[in-house]
């Protein structure tokens, strides 16, 4: 059976990123990526990035992804020079086609009986004591839940808005588990409603 799974940012050979989770090295980081990647994905699976596989050079993250299994999809980051952000992302594209069945900015999915909608960036919010930044590339709260990256640890739920990213579940998480995380959510909330 497939399962379709989502991550965020994994920011694979970026030093500072690995330095702030507590790794002594970008190549201790990037294993444990590898390692959490092969824990939970199987050759069947699919899985969503949403954003920022890496924060420079892209190709040791392309050549590492390359040999997980699973699809790949990827919903383009600010970290990304897949992005239109950048005036030069079309120069990238074959090559993240090599490696990703889809690249975009964003995506519609149905987790049970809902659809969600999939963006490197929250609808807002860019993290703790942060103005928001990329307002342009940001989609519009339109009520669906949103699975999204960008914020890193800044929160994994915020309202609709639903952080995949690896610095919130240390692993990319199955759609399964995030369809039961959000019926607890929408559950608490018809309680809270009825007792006013």
Do not use: C
């Amino acid at each position: 059976m497939t399962t379709v799974l989502a991550t965020s940012d994994p920011h694979v050979g970026h030093a500072v990123v690995a330095a702030d989770r507590g790794f002594q090295s970008t190549a201790d980081h990037d294993d444990f990526f590898a390692q959490q990647w092969v824990e939970n994905v199987t050759k069947k699976d699919s899985v969503w990035i949403l954003g920022d596989l890496a924060s420079s050079n892209p190709k040791p993250a392309l050549e590492l992804l390359r040999k997980l299994p699973g699809t790949k999809h990827l919903v383009a980051g600010n970290h990304d020079p897949v992005h239109p952000l950048y005036s030069d992302a079309h120069r990238h594209f074959r090559k993240y086609l090599d490696v990703f069945a889809s690249v975009q900015m964003a995506a519609s999915r149905r987790i049970g009986d809902r659809n969600v909608v999939l963006s490197h960036f929250p609808y807002s919010g860019d993290g703790i004591d942060r103005e928001d930044r990329y307002n342009q590339w940001r989609l519009r709260d339109e009520g669906l839940w949103l699975l999204h990256g960008h914020v890193h640890k800044a929160w994994k739920v915020n309202g609709r808005q639903i952080n995949v990213g690896f610095d919130a579940w240390q692993r990319p998480v199955s759609f399964d588990e995030l369809g039961q995380f959000i019926d607890a959510r929408v559950a608490v909330d018809h309680e809270l409603i009825g007792a006013r």
